[in-house]
Structure formats: C-alpha cells, structure tokens
Nanobody, 115 residues
C-alpha cells in the first residue's frame, strides 16, 4: 500500500521558518512529480509548489521567493523549506505524488503561523 507521510509542521511566529518533509513509499519515486498543497479552513486546497522527477519546479505566486521545494530521490523524500512565514500561510499542508494515472496524497500536517 502506498503511503505518503508528512512531518515538520507546527506553530511558528511570523517571519519564522519551517521545513516540511514527505516520505513516500513509491516504487520508482523519481518518476513521480511531487507537490505540496495546502488547505486553510473554509478554503479550497491549493497548489503551493511542485517538482518534477528531473527537478524542475514551479510555485504559487504567494510563496515565490519564500518557499523552496526539493527532493532526494535516494530517500524517496520531498521537502518544503518555508521561510518568512506569514499569518496567511496557516493551513494543513498535504504532500502529493502523481505519475500517469497514479495520484497519491498524504494525511497532511498542520502549519500555524501566530504571534
């Protein structure tokens, strides 16, 4: 059974940093585009950042210059480094792995930005 397990969420003050990790039990992990999504209360789940198997990245405008997505194909892990966090970054962050017809999600990790 495929599992994506996120970690690294928590409570942080505005301007602070967090690093999220997602370990994926995916065979041929490098073939998967990996992404981070987030969902705030009462809102839709939105794409935050995505990285292809070759390492090409794309970001939501709201996080460009503050967040960095990366991956380690030897560890089946994708990361999201979040710097200069803002109140509006508060959400549950979900890891997603997608390849051809496969689409897998993690259970989510809460990120709360509060003073």
């Amino acid at each position: 059974q495929v599992q994506l397990v996120e970690s690294g969420g928590g409570l942080v003050q505005p301007g602070g940093s967090l690093r999220l990790s997602c370990v994926a039990s995916l065979t041929n992990f490098r073939w998967y585009a990996m992404a981070w999504y987030r969902q705030a209360p009462g809102k839709l789940r939105d794409l935050v950042a995505i990285i292809t198997g070759l390492g090409n990245t794309n970001y939501a405008d709201s996080v460009k210059g503050r967040f960095t997505i990366s991956r380690d194909n030897t560890k089946n892990t994708v990361y999201l480094q979040m710097n200069n966090l803002k109140f509006e970054d508060t959400a549950v962050y979900y890891c997603n792995g997608r390849s051809r017809g496969d689409d897998y999600w993690g259970q989510g990790t809460q990120v709360t930005v509060s003073s």
